[in-house]
């Protein structure tokens, strides 16, 4: 069934992403940027090619948004 793949897919992805990183900064997906970019500054690494994934801009967070 659908939901057994979703946890695999999710943690997959996950390292994925860290293994597209940069060493001692957070790496999140759009959909996570969309969540969190009104709380903290970060840039769009732009397109990146995950193997097995296809490619999906990546963000870098930066640290918290100075209030």
């Given at each position: ?23 001692g ?16 500054d ?14 999906l ?11």
């Amino acid at each position: 069934p659908l939901h057994d793949a979703l946890p695999i897919y999710t943690v997959n992805t996950a390292a994925r992403v860290e293994g597209a990183g940069i060493p001692g900064k957070v790496v999140v997906s759009r959909d996570v940027w969309q969540q969190v970019s009104s709380r903290f500054d970060g840039q769009s690494l732009g397109m990146i090619d995950l193997k097995g994934k296809g490619k999906l801009e990546l963000f870098r967070i930066d640290g918290h948004i100075a209030s």
